[in-house]
C-alpha cells in the first residue's frame, strides 16, 4: 500500500443506552443521514423488546446480534479456471458489521407494521435462534462446511 492506513473514526456511545455498539448499529439502520428517526426506531424497538421478553432489551438484543453473526464465510477464487468457495475466518470488526447489516436487511422484509415492530420482532427471533438474520448465518456456516476440501487454497 503506498498511503498510509486511515485513522479509525472515534464512535461516541448512544444518549440512552451509553454504548458504543448501539451507536454503530444504529449508523447502519440510518437511511439518508436522518439519525435522530434511525434512533426513535431503535428505542421503540428496545421498548416492544423489554415488553414481550420481560428481560433487559439491550442485552437481548445483544445476545441476538451474537447469534446472528457469523464466524467463517466463503469466498470466491479462481484456480487453474475453475472457481472454488473458499471457507475462510471473518476478521471481528467485519463479523459485527455482517450480524447487524443482516438483522436490519432482514428486519426491513418483514411484514409487521413499522419499522420499530419489524426491527423489535427479528431481534427476539434472533434471540430464540430463529428468524431470517439466524437462517442466513446458517446458511453461511453450512455452505462453509460443504466446501472444507477447498480450504487448503487459501489465500
Known amino acids: ?20 455498539l448501539v451507536t454503530k448499529f444504529v449508523n447502519n439502520l440510518m437511511l439518508q443521514g436522518k439519525k435522530s428517526t434511525a434512533y426513535k426506531i431503535f428505542y421503540v424497538a428496545m421498548d416492544i423488546v423489554a415488553e414481550k421478553s420481560g428481560e433487559d432489551p439491550v442485552e437481548v438484543w445483544k445476545k441476538g446480534l451474537a447469534k446472528v453473526t457469523p464466524a467463517v464465510e466463503v469466498r470466491s477464487r479462481r484456480i487453474g479456471g475453475a472457481t472454488f468457495q473458499i471457507p475462510s475466518e471473518i476478521r471481528a470488526g467485519r463479523k459485527q ?9 432482514y428486519a ?25 438474520a439466524f437462517k442466513r448465518k446458517e446458511e453461511t456456516h453450512r455452505m462453509a462446511d460443504a466446501n472444507k476440501a477447498f480450504s487448503h487454497f487459501r489465500f
Open 1 to 20: 500500500m503506498r498511503k498510509a492506513k486511515p485513522k479509525k473514526r472515534i464512535i461516541l456511545p448512544d444518549p440512552k443506552f451509553n454504548d458504543v
Open 97 to 105: 458489521s455482517i450480524g447487524m447489516k443482516n438483522l436490519i436487511g
Open 108 to 132: 426491513r422484509k418483514r411484514h409487521e407494521k413499522t419499522m420499530g415492530e419489524k426491527l423489535a420482532g427479528e431481534i427476539l427471533a434472533a434471540y430464540k435462534e430463529e428468524g431470517a
